[in-house]
């Protein structure tokens, strides 16, 4: 289920290029050791640094602006009114323990998203084949909230999973 992982939470405020390239950096260096456990045991992470490349995409042909990234197997992608964090290793390492890596996983994602935010508000998506296409294109086209995105998914995919281990069965987790 899923080919990877998508990550939303809500934009509780306006952040520069260089704000969110401090922010990310400061992830990194506070759980490196976390990193280099994926680059061990995930699948697709490899060789971890830290660095980000950031860019600001300007409005044009009625898109709106915002601002995108990649870094050490994971993605940002800042909308008006919430932010999406995608990560590379499979949906499915996030709750299968034989994968090793869901803890550290689950915690640089977390991280990421208490950077941007203060509130607990967090959804995890199994993204490919299509289940997370439409609330992306809401959060970008649409610019809806993660209010809007919370019902959409309830209205896709029914009822989210409350823990990592749920997942098995879930196509999505939620916590508020």
């Not at 490349?53 to 197997?73: M, R």
């Not at 995608?86 to 998203?113: A, P, Q, T």
């Not at 508000?121 to 209010?147: R, V």
Request: charged fraction near 30%; charge should be negative; aromatic fraction near 12%.
């Amino acid at each position: 289920m899923g080919t990877h992982i998508d990550c939303i939470i809500p934009k509780e405020k306006s952040y520069s290029v260089a704000e969110i390239k401090s922010k990310l950096k400061s992830v990194y260096n506070r759980l490196q050791s976390e990193y280099l456990h994926l680059e061990e045991n995930g699948s697709f992470t490899k060789k971890p640094n830290g660095d980000w490349w950031i860019l600001l995409v300007p409005s044009e042909y009625e898109n709106p602006e915002y601002i995108t990234g990649e870094g050490d197997s994971f993605r940002i992608d800042i909308y008006e009114k919430v932010i999406h964090i995608g990560c590379v290793e499979r949906f499915s390492s996030l709750y299968l323990e034989d994968k090793n890596i869901s803890s550290e996983l689950f915690k640089i994602i977390n991280e990421i998203g208490k950077a941007f935010r203060k509130s607990d508000e967090l959804l995890l998506a199994a993204g490919g084949f299509g289940d997370t296409d439409h609330i992306l294109e809401m959060a970008f086209l649409e610019e809806a909230d993660f209010n809007e995105i919370c019902k959409k998914m309830y209205d896709l995919h029914g009822i989210p999973a409350t823990t990592l281990t749920a997942l098995k069965d879930k196509s999505w987790f939620l916590k508020k």
